[in-house]
Structures are given as structure tokens and as C-alpha cells.
């Protein structure tokens, strides 16, 4: 066993130092001086870690003698420094991830720091972003590959002010002017309706009445011990009650009108990553899509497919025997929404991803994110993994073939680039690809975050496409659960505007106990909330430029990015608006954490 295998173990026990993570982010973000002490303890601790238990890793044990010392640790941080219960959580953390990361390092070279970086422990002080493994720039391959060319940041223009740092939108933003209001969306035979679901994270087990905060990763299971009572609907620090996704289930039955399809972005299982195996992963895989298919018999769903999708939640590695099942079940499973053909069939048998064409001028196209996700730690072997070469190979071909075709493709997605959980080499090559075909691709639909955001894809010569995040039908992340409704024009298949939905929850569970059933709400809409004409990138361009003009617009997408989930008079800070400004003008993590230090 390489030297330094259990002292990675120690790293992930570690990392839960740093709260619960959707997409990259704090659940419950701690202060600016809680985060930088919580950074500077998981980050020592796993440092530390290799001076301490070096001798014994040196040694002939296995990992499996190991565990009992692993788990002590694991439990005296958890206990300690963060008030959670260790002794429940670390048994199973420990024998589901220790084996993961004792495979990576077993087949790479890989040093530890890397690794406490990739799992959020040393982000800050201790190690710098772009400090990523060699072995990942083998996605540059793929870039030379498409001839693609992308210039340094310091040629793009910039503006710092005390409060910002961020590239400056002109070249192809148009008059922000020409951005008025417009009537609701468009329906009719003219009009194609595409309703987005993103991270149900469906939880069976969740109980009415139990504890909503428990000192746990996840709450609401009637076995737990703690305070603050579950809602009928939900709560802000569980996933998904049963009761609340068939008031989903049955808000869509009675839009008007019904969706041409659904597009779902992953993520099923809940979020009790302590309790998974395998089987409990493909049950709530297999229950939510017979679920759906039943509830909504006659409306295509096109799915891609999560980080939560799999066990360990967000390890994936093609080669794998374990995983090679895991995707020959999806395509299995997804077979009940999709008529797939045959090469569909093949390649998410083969990785979980696919094209399909949906009406004559228009094709999907779903890919698998997980190889560009940064707590995936099997991410580390990408240089010699031909499953990952050939999905981006594919994904190319897809698009060349389809712009020869003359043929427009919307693509989905889970981990949207952008997110700070992405390798940055994930978003250069999504942003050269983009770039590429910027004329073919006319949606970048995208999930994960649990949050209602977006990132613009652009360079020096202006912007070409934007990636939009939908906010989750979990509640888990003090999201209110919420889903979208697109409209494109039948013709161009221009992306027109959408329609957000969501059920207000406290609301929603005060309600319940007076016996009224709630309803899911219109939020908002783009052309009246953002004055938005369209979805082109040139709108949502111009956007950026008044956001940085009327902060009374930028504390609206504050407020529908964390899904109205806060009182709507709470006002963004000046380092609340330069990390949503260096937010949706980047892509690139690197590029991000560059534009807000």
C-alpha cells in the first residue's frame, strides 16, 4: 500500500471540517473568520496527518487494519471541531471512501496536497487552485485536438474597484436599452415547452416531527436526536419528503400547457452518503424514475446522470467493474423514459452519456460531468483513462457531426463549469468547446448547486453562450424546492425565456398544520424579474453590465439565487456582490478564485 493512503483517509474524515457541501458551497456558510480558522484546522489536520501516521502507513498493514485508528480520528473531529456525531458517521465514511482514495493512489503518482485541496482543505491559504496534478492537463490533448485557442487572462480587460474584480461584457453585449420587459412566455403551436428538474435527492425515510437539526450530515429521520421539529413539506436541512415531490408530481400534471419534455440533471439518492451502498443507490434511482414515469406517463424525460448517482457519492471511474454496472443499469433504467436508440443505448451503458434526436433540426446531448467534479477522487487517473478521453472525443464528434447537419443541440448536464467543486481544466475545455460551437449549441442546461445561477461563456472578442444552473426540488441546502419551464421558438430553436417555480416552505408547512394544502408558486419570470428579451448570451450579457449598474437588481438575483429562501428585503454587501459578479462572468475555478481574492 503506497505510504501515504491512510493518511488520505484521515484527509476526507477531515474535510467534513468544513460543513456540508452542495456543489462546492457551505451549506450554512460560517463567518469570514469561522471559515478561515475551520480552513486552517482541516487544512493542518490533514498535513499534519502524514507526519503522524507515516510510520504506521510504512508498514505491511492493509487499510483495512488500519480503519480502527482512521475511525478514532475521524470521530474526534467530528466530535470536536465540528459537533457532529463522529461515532454514527465515521464507520461508514471511513469503509466507503478509504478504499477509493487507496485505488487513486495505488495507480498515480500523487501527492497529498493535491488531494486535501480537491476535497476543500486547503483551498485557501494552504494551496493555490491552479496547484492541480499533471496528470489532469491531459484534457489539454482534447483541446489541441479541436484546434482550439484560448488567450491568458491577463490579455482580458479588467476593472478593479475597492469592491470588484471582474472581465467588463462589451463586444457583443448590444444596448441593455433594448431589454425591456416583455409579456409572459409564449405558448402555442409556435412554442416549444421544456420543464428542467434538477436534484430531487428523494428521501423515503424523511419523518414528520422529527429533527430537523441533529448533529448530522442530513436530518429528519424519526430515529435521530435533536431539535427544531420537520415540516409536513420539508426542511431546510433535509432532503426531500415523499409528500412534497407528489405536489410536484401533480403541479406539472396541471401546467398549461403541458411540456413538450422534461429535462431532469441528476442527483436521486439522498444525502445520507454515511448509510449508502450500492444497492440503496440503484433503489432510489430506480424508485424515483418509476415514480416519474408513472406520474407523468406521457411526457419524455431526458436525463443525465448526478454525482450522487453513484457510491461512493461523487467517485466514478468507467474502468471499474462496480461503475460498468452502475451505467448498464442507468441505460436500463432510463429506457422507461426515452425510446433510446441502439448507440444511445451503448454509450450510457459505457459512461452515462448520450445523444438523441428530438424533433427534425433539433438534438440533446447529455454528458457526464463527473470526471471534471474535483471531490472525485478517481479524477486523479484521468491521463491514462481512456473512458474519459473518449467521452470528450465523443462529445466533439457529436457536435461536429451535428453542425454539419445543420442541426442545433441542447446540452445538459449535472456539475455545471463554473462551480467551484470543478477541476479548471473542466471549464477551459467547456468553454474552447462552446466557443467552437457556439452556433450549434443553443442551451447549456445544468444542475448541482441546488442554487439559480449562471456563468457566462466568454472571452476577449465577447460572449457565446451561458451556462444556467436550476435551482433543486430538494430542500436540502435552505433551498425551497423549485423547478423551471423553458420556452423555445419552434423555428430557430431560440431559447426564449423561462418561468421559475417554487413552493415557499415555511409557508408551505404552516399550511399544513391548518390542514389547506399548499400550492408551488410562480417566482418569477425572466423578461419581467431581469427585463430579458430572450436567453441569447448577449442578453444575459447585458444583464452582468446592469447588475454592476443598479445593486436593486443585483439584490434580485441574490434573492432567487439562493431560491428565496431569506427575507426579500436583505440586501447584497459589497463582498456578496463582487463574489456573484466574479461568479457569473467565469467559468473557470482558477479564474473565479482569482477574481475574488
Request: with cysteine; aromatic share 10%.
Amino acid at each position: 500500500m503506497h505510504k501515504i493512503s491512510t493518511v488520505v483517509v484521515v484527509a476526507v474524515c477531515c474535510g467534513l471540517l468544513q460543513g456540508p457541501w452542495v456543489g462546492g458551497i457551505p451549506l450554512s456558510p460560517p463567518s469570514n473568520g469561522e471559515a478561515r480558522d475551520r480552513g486552517d484546522i482541516s487544512c493542518t489536520l490533514c498535513l499534519a496527518a502524514l507526519e503522524v501516521i507515516q510510520d504506521v502507513a510504512d508498514s505491511n498493514k492493509t487499510l483495512e487494519d488500519l480503519f480502527p485508528l482512521l475511525e478514532e480520528v475521524c470521530v474526534l473531529v467530528m466530535d470536536d471541531a465540528v459537533g457532529w456525531y463522529g461515532s454514527y458517521l465515521c464507520p461508514g465514511f471511513i469503509h466507503s471512501y478509504g478504499p477509493v482514495i487507496q485505488y487513486s493512489l495505488a495507480h498515480a503518482v500523487i501527492e497529498p496536497r493535491p488531494i486535501c485541496q480537491a476535497l476543500h482543505l486547503c483551498d485557501q491559504q494552504h494551496t493555490n487552485l491552479r496547484d492541480i496534478p499533471a496528470a489532469f492537463h491531459s484534457i489539454h490533448h482534447s483541446i489541441e485536438q479541436l484546434k482550439l485557442s484560448s488567450k491568458p487572462s491577463s490579455q482580458r480587460e479588467t476593472v478593479d474597484t475597492p469592491s470588484q474584480r471582474w472581465r467588463v461584457l462589451k463586444s457583443t453585449a448590444g444596448d441593455s436599452k433594448q431589454h425591456r420587459p416583455s409579456d409572459q412566455l409564449k405558448d402555442g403551436s409556435d412554442t416549444i415547452t421544456i420543464l428542467q428538474l434538477a436534484d430531487i435527492h428523494l428521501d423515503k425515510l424523511y419523518s414528520e416531527g422529527s429533527p430537523s437539526t441533529c448533529h448530522l450530515y442530513v436530518c429528519c429521520r424519526s430515529w435521530y436526536n435533536g431539535t427544531d421539529p420537520a415540516g409536513h413539506y420539508g426542511a431546510f436541512k433535509c432532503d426531500l419528503p415523499m409528500v412534497t415531490l407528489e405536489l410536484l408530481l401533480d403541479t406539472i400534471n396541471q401546467l398549461d400547457p403541458q411540456p413538450d419534455f422534461i429535462v431532469y440533471t441528476g442527483d436521486s439518492p439522498p444525502h445520507d452518503i454515511w448509510n449508502e451502498t450500492w444497492t440503496s443507490q440503484l433503489d432510489a434511482i430506480e424508485f424515483v424514475v418509476d415514480h416519474l414515469r408513472e406520474k407523468l406517463p406521457n411526457i419524455t424525460i431526458y436525463p443525465a446522470m448526478g454525482n450522487h448517482e453513484t457510491w461512493p457519492e461523487s467517485e466514478y471511474l468507467a474502468s471499474l467493474p462496480q461503475y460498468q454496472y452502475l451505467t448498464k443499469q442507468l441505460a436500463e433504467y432510463w429506457q422507461k423514459w426515452v425510446e433510446f436508440p441502439p448507440d444511445a443505448l451503448a454509450t450510457i451503458a459505457k459512461g452515462g452519456y448520450y445523444t438523441i434526436k428530438i424533433e427534425e433540426g433539433l438534438r440533446l446531448l447529455s454528458f457526464n460531468s463527473d470526471y471534471g467534479y474535483s471531490p472525485n477522487v478517481y479524477s486523479f487517473l484521468n491521463e491514462d483513462n481512456q473512458y474519459y478521453h473518449e467521452q470528450w472525443k465523443w462529445l466533439t464528434d457529436q457536435l461536429t457531426a451535428a453542425e454539419q447537419a445543420g442541426e442545433k443541440v441542447l446540452v445538459i448536464s449535472h456539475v455545471p463549469p463554473g462551480d467551484p467543486s470543478t477541476w479548471s481544466e473542466y471549464g477551459q475545455f467547456y468553454l474552447n468547446t462552446s466557443r467552437r460551437f457556439s452556433k450549434t449549441i443553443i442551451g447549456h442546461m445544468f444542475g448541482h448547486t441546488h442554487e439559480d445561477e449562471f456563468h457566462l461563456l466568454q472571452d476577449e472578442a465577447g460572449v457565446y453562450g451561458v451556462v444556467l444552473a436550476a435551482p433543486s426540488v430538494t430542500t436540502y441546502g435552505h433551498i425551497n424546492p423549485s423547478f423551471r419551464v423553458f420556452s423555445m421558438n419552434r423555428s430557430s430553436h431560440q431559447l426564449l425565456g423561462y418561468h421559475q417555480y417554487h413552493l415557499n416552505l415555511t409557508k408551505a408547512n404552516e399550511l399544513a398544520a391548518q390542514g389547506i394544502q399548499p400550492q408551488f408558486e410562480l417566482a418569477y419570470t425572466t423578461s419581467q424579474e431581469y427585463g430579458l428579451k430572450d436567453l441569447s448570451p448577449q442578453s444575459w450579457a447585458a444583464l452582468v453590465e446592469r447588475f454592476d449598474e443598479f445593486d436593486s437588481l443585483l439584490d434580485k438575483y441574490h434573492y432567487n439565487k439562493h431560491g428565496r429562501s431569506f427575507p426579500s428585503d436583505k440586501t447584497c454587501s459589497d463582498m456578496c456582490k463582487k463574489e456573484i459578479l466574479c461568479s457569473v462572468t467565469n467559468c473557470i475555478t482558477s479564474e473565479y478564485i482569482d477574481c475574488i481574492e
